[in-house]
């Protein structure tokens, strides 16, 4: 069952292999996609490999787990092993360039089709891939078992709909899983479902995201919001999904003859929404201002609309109080660590079983508090407008839970060591013969 079910994945990659060129196409026409590096989704290498040097591969699907694992990256670097490290965003790939630039070599994820990984792999011949958080792809998986390379999630979960959906195909989970080296999960529940699915060796580390740096913020930028905006009331709806946006409006309907000149920062979790819930949002009488139309909050903006990647580190700064999506009309929550290393307060719905671990110990520490629709919105942002002791509270308690989380980094080091201390050695070695070499001939 469980070849067939592999045989049948293979082979739906080889036929859709041929209609996959116009489909990235078309991503890129939607800026989805970067024209210049396409051949890269094919694994065709944009960049020669180090040559006579270990070299571990490193992905992370998108710009939060690309946070997570950067100083984990950089540790490995340090050591003189190179690092070729993919993502499969624009915004992730623009941050790793200008973040990691100078200890990593940076190549967009091969899609997972046999051609596009055979290629990637034969060109890099990586010692070591290192996986961040939930990405399972089954043809690279078993290509890299294949040819023997030792595979290891990092920083892993799986979420509550993951879990199930693999605990249905047991064997399948098990053909998968079995092949990772090591895998280092957020939590206890992570480590234990990781555990049931067949993986052979499994580490509970923490969440590499609460060691992160903070989120970067571009100066001029900032000074410019902040000058626009000068004393007026505000909070921020960060990541939000389809429905959350008419919540926050409704919320900012009844704030707004309480708290004068108030201005909501809403940062969608998609950016390419923008359009329509700025539309969506003017029908309900809302000024609406949209960050990717060059456009700044003015006197008698309702709604700043952050409609772009990669500016959370701005908005997130401009506010005290940030309510987090994906929790009220959506499952399973939006990373809050982002947040909370900053000392924001924390508003979330019911639903983050995604980030429970996490919530938990801000609900526990006074950093977050949860809100079940717009006008428990409403209420909470109103006492936290009005009370700034209120807000105080709940940043000193999110800066709490952050330091209580921090130590996944150097847990999830001693775990890889086993696998990282070979690669070091074999640099030695290599070094040390080419001085030996070089002693002996100026002897000669």
């Known amino acids: 069952m469980t070849r067939t079910a592999f045989a049948a994945y293979r082979l739906a990659g080889l036929l859709a ?19 210049r590096r396409l051949k890269e989704r094919y694994g065709v290498a944009g960049r020669e490999r180090p040559a006579g040097v270990p070299l571990v591969w490193v992905h992370a699907a998108s710009v939060g787990e690309s946070i997570a694992v950067m100083q984990m990256v950089r540790n490995i670097a340090a050591d003189g092993v190179s690092v070729v490290m993919t993502t499969g965003t ?27 990984v055979r290629r990637f792999l034969d060109h890099w011949h990586p010692d070591l891939a290192l996986v961040a958080e939930s990405e399972i792809w089954p043809l690279t998986i078993h290509e890299l078992a294949a040819r023997r390379i030792p595979q290891i999630l990092v920083n892993a979960r799986l979420s509550d709909r993951s879990f199930q959906r693999w605990k249905g195909r047991p064997r399948l989970a098990e053909a998968l899983f079995e092949t990772f080296a090591h895998v280092v999960a957020q ?4 480590g234990e479902r990781f555990r049931l699915l067949g993986a052979p060796a499994v580490t509970v580390a923490g969440n590499l995201k609460a060691d992160a740096e903070p989120l970067p913020v571009d100066a001029e930028a900032f000074d410019a919001f902040a000058a626009a905006l000068g004393a007026r009331p505000r909070f921020a709806a960060i990541s939000t999904h389809l429905g959350e946006e008419e919540i926050v409006a409704a919320a900012h309907l009844t704030l707004k003859s309480r708290h004068e000149g108030l201005v909501t920062i809403l940062v969608p979790r998609h950016a390419d929404r923008g359009a329509a819930i700025a539309k969506a949002l003017s029908a309900k009488g809302l000024v609406v201002r949209r960050r ?3 456009e700044m909050p003015e006197p008698g903006t309702d709604i700043f609309l952050g409609d772009t990647m990669g500016e959370l580190g701005i908005y997130l700064r401009l506010t005290d109080i940030a309510f987090v999506g994906k929790s009220i009309t959506g499952q399973g929550g939006q990373n809050p660590l982002e947040a909370a290393i900053l000392g924001t307060g924390i508003l979330t719905g019911r639903y983050v079983q995604n980030f429970r671990d996490t919530y938990q110990r801000l609900l526990k520490n006074g950093g977050a508090r949860i809100v079940r629709d717009a006008d428990g919105l409403a209420a909470q942002v109103d006492g ?61």
């Open 17 to 35: 292999y041929p209609f996959l060129r116009p489909y990235v196409g078309w991503r890129a026409t939607r800026g989805k996609e970067d024209r």
């Open 384 to 444: 936290l407008l009005l009370d700034p002791i209120q807000r105080m509270a709940m940043s000193r308690g999110a800066l709490k839970s952050v330091d209580e989380m921090r130590g996944a980094l150097e847990r999830t080091q001693v775990a890889l060591e086993p696998f990282l201390h070979p690669l070091r050695l074999s640099l030695s070695l290599e070094r040390g013969g080419r001085f030996g070499q070089g002693r002996a001939g100026n002897e000669r």
């Open 90 to 116: 624009m915004t992730s790939a623009k941050l790793v360039e200008e973040r990691l630039s100078d200890c990593v070599i940076h190549q967009y994820v091969p899609l997972d089709v046999r051609p596009a």
């Open 187 to 190: 939590s206890d529940v992570d």
């Open 292 to 294: 990717s139309l060059g």
